[in-house]
T-cell receptor, first 111, second 113 residues
C-alpha cells in the first residue's frame, strides 16, 4: 500500500531560522510530488510541484527537492517568518488520478 | 479569477438527511476531485472525474455519489448522511492527465448530528 509520511508532526522554530520539512513515500514509480500549505480553517495552497525528472524546484524562499531512490522529498524554508506558520502537506502522485497525501507538519515560527 | 469555489462553507445535517456539495472551477481544467480531510487521517480521495463525462471511485466512495455536470462543475451528494461523514470536504481540479498540479477550493465543513 502506498504511504506518505511526514515527520515531525509539529515543529516550532524562532524567526529567521532556516528549516527543513521531510516527506517520505513508498512508491518509487512516482510521477510527481506536490507541496502544499494549509492555514487553519482554509483550503490547500499549492507551493511547489516537482516532476519525477526533476531534482528540485525553487520559489522565493522555498526550495523543494526530490530523491526517488531514497523515497524522500524535503521542503527547505529560508529565513523563516511568523507568516510561514501553517501546516505543510506533501502529496505524491504515481500514475493514476490519485494523489496520496501525508498528514502534514504543523509549523510555528516564533517572533 | 476565482479558481475553485465551493458552496456551502458550513453545513449541519441530521442523520439521514441528504445534501449536495457544489464545486466549480474557472481554469478550464479537465480533471476534478473530491476529498475529505479528517484529523490524523490526511486527505482521502472520495471520487474523481478525469474528464467531462467520466467519474471514478477513489479511496472512500461509500455513502457518496457525484455528478460531473459540465466541464466547470462537479458536485458531491450525500444521500443519507451519517455521523461518520462529519468532515471537511475539499474540491480540487487539475489541467488533466492526472499528473498535473492540483488546485484546491476553500472547503465545506460538514457536521452530521
Amino acid at each position: 500500500k502506498q504511504e506518505v509520511t511526514q515527520i515531525p508532526a509539529a515543529l516550532s522554530v524562532p524567526e529567521g531560522e532556516n528549516l527543513v520539512l521531510n516527506c517520505s513515500f513508498t512508491d518509487s514509480a512516482i510521477y510527481n510530488l506536490q507541496w502544499f500549505r494549509q492555514d487553519p480553517g482554509k483550503g490547500l495552497t499549492s507551493l511547489l510541484l516537482i516532476q519525477s525528472s526533476q531534482r528540485e524546484q525553487t520559489s522565493g524562499r522555498l526550495n523543494a527537492s526530490l530523491d526517488k531512490s531514497s523515497g524522500r522529498s524535503t521542503l527547505y524554508i529560508a529565513a523563516s517568518q511568523p507568516g510561514d506558520s501553517a501546516t505543510y502537506l506533501c502529496a505524491e502522485h504515481s500514475g493514476t488520478y490519485k494523489y496520496i497525501f501525508g498528514t502534514g507538519t504543523r509549523l510555528k515560527v516564533l517572533a | 479569477n476565482a479558481g475553485v469555489t465551493q458552496t456551502p462553507k458550513f453545513q449541519v445535517l441530521k442523520t439521514g438527511q441528504s445534501m449536495t456539495l457544489q464545486c466549480a472551477q474557472d481554469m478550464n481544467h479537465n480533471s476534478m476531485y473530491w476529498y475529505r480531510q479528517d484529523p490524523g487521517m490526511g486527505l482521502r480521495l472520495i471520487y474523481y472525474s478525469a474528464s467531462e463525462g467520466t467519474t471514478d471511485k477513489g479511496e472512500v466512495p461509500n455513502g457518496y455519489n457525484v455528478s460531473r455536470l459540465n466541464k466547470r462543475e462537479f458536485s458531491l451528494r450525500l444521500e443519507s448522511a451519517a455521523p461518520s461523514q462529519t468532515s471537511v470536504y475539499f474540491c480540487a481540479s487539475s489541467r488533466g492527465q492526472g499528473a498535473d498540479e492540483q488546485f484546491f477550493g476553500p472547503g465545506t465543513r460538514l457536521t452530521v448530528l
